[in-house]
């Protein structure tokens, strides 16, 4: 959780003094991750106070409102488009997840991948089923979804639509059948059966998978070598390896294009009015690049906003930097008139009628008991002093004098 000191907009020197001094003390007070800020340009005399004392000025922020960022998961676990899709079906079950981000070798976004989109690949309509034995992968790609080894041949790494056939039918249905194929780039899945390999062999099918893990005789292994065929063995059973093989499909091949996105800074209440509009279920975020650099699921919209703040020198939302309505404000420090603030827990506020914010951040160092550095102590002088026009203006009070004596 980040805590950002901020005073008010057009900052004097009593509130970047203050905000500076404050959040140094919540630092020496054992709390991470806190920073001061302004909420509006510095002038000369405050540059001139920040440089003699070597403090940098506090961060500009303009707007606080929450963004797309704040929410976000930054590490995606996405998949290659060149990668196959079993590999991104593996991906998806170990991480249980509904879909994936695919990227290119830049990581630059090229759409998603669903988990609807794979079943309708893998388990197509009843008047689609035929396509499903057409798939478009390399031979190396098939082979490696189902853990087979090369028996002879060669294997492609070039993706081509190829037709997986099983060679499960008598060798009267099997040659004709076979005739009609001698287009195609065919695949054939066959167990221990020579007489329907050596028809594949003579009709010079692409491949010939040999499933079961079952031997493949010298006498095929000879014919397919003179024959130009290539031969595997499968592992597993003929209905497994043509499953498997399935998956050897690139994602690419499947992937919505048409997707919504968002940016980083993309204001997180515009992107959660566009996603609840949205059957999506994930949505990438983008940089001016293209470049994937997180994700966003409807999910992450009731994520608490990892940011809170503490105001210095006013207490009224109207002087407040921007989107300060939106994050939780959790301290404020102020000297001036109560400005009909609200909050929905409660919080440290430390109203007092002294000469400046400065006064307040003084006497918190004292209450806790802890050393003012040398250069804080010159920019709470410097904020008390301007705020009081040098112990002068009406607010002035013998506290604010008691305290410049000891800052000095």
Request: hydrophobic residues 45%.
């Amino acid at each position: 959780m980040q805590t950002i000191v901020i005073g008010h907009r057009n900052p004097d020197m009593d509130s970047i003094c203050a905000a500076v001094a404050y959040a140094e003390l919540k630092r020496l007070s054992g709390q991470a991750n806190v920073i001061p800020a302004r909420a509006g340009n510095t002038n000369a005399r405050i540059d001139f106070v920040l440089g003699k004392f070597g403090v940098e000025a506090p961060l500009l922020i303009n707007d606080l409102s929450p963004r797309v960022s704040d929410v976000m998961e930054p590490r995606v676990i996405s998949v290659r488009g060149d990668s196959p899709v079993y590999d991104a079906l593996q991906l998806i079950d170990k991480k249980r997840l509904r879909g994936l981000p695919v990227v290119d070798d830049r990581n630059r976004c090229l759409g998603l991948l669903s988990t609807f989109m794979v079943s309708h690949h893998l388990f197509p309509p009843r008047e689609e089923a035929s396509s499903a034995r057409l798939v478009t992968a390399s031979l190396a790609d098939i082979v490696t979804t189902f853990g087979g080894a090369l028996v002879s041949g060669s294997l492609s790494g070039e993706p081509e639509e190829q037709l997986l056939m099983v060679g499960a039918m008598a060798q009267d249905s099997f040659g004709p059948r076979l005739k009609k194929l001698r287009d195609r780039k065919v695949i054939l899945f066959v167990g221990d059966r020579p007489h329907i390999q050596e028809m594949a062999i003579a009709a010079r099918v692409h491949a010939i998978i040999v499933t079961g893990g079952l031997p493949v005789d010298e006498e095929i292994r000879a014919a397919a070598r003179a024959a130009d065929v290539t031969m595997i063995s499968s592992p597993h059973d003929t209905a497994t390896s043509v499953l498997l093989a399935r998956g050897a499909v690139r994602v690419g091949r499947m992937i919505e294009s048409d997707y919504r996105s968002f940016q980083p800074d993309t204001l997180l209440e515009e992107a959660r009015q566009l996603a609840a509009q949205s059957a999506a279920f994930i949505f990438p975020v983008i940089d001016d690049h293209g470049t994937l650099v997180g994700i966003l699921s409807k999910s992450d919209f009731l994520k608490e906003i990892p940011r809170q703040l503490i105001l210095v020198d006013h207490n009224e939302l109207a002087q407040a930097v921007r989107g300060a309505d939106k994050v939780p404000i959790v301290e404020i420090l102020d000297h001036h008139k109560l400005g009909g603030f609200a909050s929905d827990t409660p919080i440290l506020f430390w109203n007092n009628p002294v000469g400046s914010t400065s006064s307040i951040v003084t006497m918190c160092y004292q209450q806790l008991g802890i050393p003012i550095p040398p250069s804080i102590a010159g920019l709470l002088m410097a904020g008390l002093v301007s705020d009081t026009l040098n112990l002068t203006s009406p607010t002035t009070t013998p506290a604010d004098a008691d305290i410049l004596n000891r800052l000095s």
